[in-house]
């Protein structure tokens, strides 16, 4: 790999391990503060509801300098956790104040993440896209793990203020490291007169929409995200403790992570069939730890883990054929919009797993991802898009 794939890589690895951080300790807050699975529910849903306004950002990316945006996505993140972290001190944090500064960080981070994932295809050649994707998730979400797996532990011995303050030095760093580490020589120049913001906007959306039984995927995979999104919104209801909602992320972490090292080793093959398995296997396992959900919470998060090595899986499988599908010079814009369409209707689903925990039960409400997982595997067998030449040419390329 070259120097700008370590930094990004890098980049990518400590900012997760940060986001982690303040997300758990902004829902307990949160949590602690009102005792309330709805206001739980509308913690979550600010901190996903950001992903759709990456739509947004997609012509900036394209013509702006991406170095510069990515220092200003963690320049943006350092000044918030600043806040959030003087606040605490001085004894002045509210769940307001938590859940705007929540709303800001995110949005700058999700600035980051299609800036990162553009980059990368300009870094490396193509047939290196899939094992270098796989290799990003996987190594994020190897320390994820860990940060997961102690976040809770850590959010109760030190408390939410020497969080938000780590992560402020977090960010600081990651804003050194950019600005120093990085060399990018990029050859569009931008202009007043040559930039059109909106339509560029228009463009994404009018590319997408063109992408035929590749945009019925897409949006597949959005509903897919909003129902397995109702399940996630109750997780922190479930956890009794920090340390249980910590296991919780920690499990999505393994699962992730051991489906990104599985792609890479079964990325060759056929991608209709890898769909149709991963989501089968996904949906028996997540009914099975549905099944020990009051009974064993050892069995339970090994089988909830398990689901998620299907999900994981399909998440790069589904990411390097968007890279594939998209003219590189489109790539910011395209992408923005397909990130915006899949993620646009999941934090309805967090908000709505909450409001819906104090009337429904929450063995019904977890069981929700299981059957979607089912649903999808039986769609997936059947897909036009999956069996043409198409999506086989890009698999084998």
């Excluded at 945006?69 to 003087?86: D, E, G, P, R």
């Excluded at 909830?304 to 590189?328: C, D, H, K, N, Y």
Aim: neutral net charge.
């Amino acid at each position: 790999m070259n120097r700008n794939i370590v930094v990004l890589l890098a980049v990518r690895v400590i900012a997760n391990f940060a986001d982690s951080f303040y997300f758990l300790a902004s829902v307990w807050y949160v949590k602690d503060m009102t005792d309330s699975s709805f206001w739980v529910g509308v913690t979550t849903f600010v901190a996903m509801v950001p992903v759709a306004f990456q739509v947004l950002y997609g012509p900036l990316i394209d013509r702006y300098d991406k170095k510069k945006l990515l220092l200003w996505a963690m320049a943006v993140q350092a000044t918030v956790f600043t806040i959030l972290a003087s606040l605490y001190v001085i004894d002045e944090l509210s769940v307001g104040v938590v859940i705007v500064g929540l709303f800001v960080a995110t949005l700058a981070s999700e600035l980051s993440y299609p800036t990162e994932y553009a980059l990368v295809p300009t870094l490396v050649r193509e047939a290196d896209l899939q094992k270098v994707n796989a290799l990003f998730t996987f190594t994020y979400h190897s320390l994820d793990i860990l940060c997961n797996a102690i976040a809770g532990i850590l959010l109760a011995l030190i408390g939410v203020g020497l969080v938000y303050t780590s992560n402020a030095i977090l960010y600081l760093f990651l804003f050194g490291g950019i600005g120093f580490l990085l060399r990018i020589n990029e050859t569009k120049a931008h202009t007043p007169s040559d930039f059109t913001y909106f339509a560029d906007l228009q463009f994404g959306f009018r590319y997408v929409w063109k992408l035929g039984s590749f945009r019925t995927l897409i949006l597949v995979f959005t509903c897919l995200n909003f129902m397995i999104s109702i399940s996630l919104g109750v997780l922190p209801i479930l956890a009794t403790t920090e340390q249980e909602y910590g296991l919780w992320l920690a499990a999505i972490s393994i699962g992730t992570l051991l489906g990104s090292g599985l792609s890479i080793r079964f990325g060759v093959r056929s991608l209709r069939w890898t769909f149709v398995l991963a989501t089968g296997f996904g949906g028996v396992a997540w009914c099975i730890s549905a099944f020990w959900l009051n009974r064993n919470f050892g069995v339970t998060l090994i089988c909830f883990s398990m689901a998620w090595v299907a999900i994981g899986m399909m998440g790069i499988q589904f990411q390097t054929l968007l890279q594939r599908q998209i003219e590189p010079d489109y790539l910011g814009r395209v992408l923005t919009v397909v990130y915006a369409l899949q993620g646009i209707l999941a934090p309805f689903g967090y908000l709505l797993g909450g409001a819906l925990a104090d009337w429904v039960g929450h063995g019904l409400l977890y069981l929700v991802g299981a059957v979607t997982l089912l649903g999808m595997s039986r769609y997936f067998l059947r897909n036009s898009f999956l069996k043409s030449s198409i999506a086989m040419h890009d698999q084998a390329v």
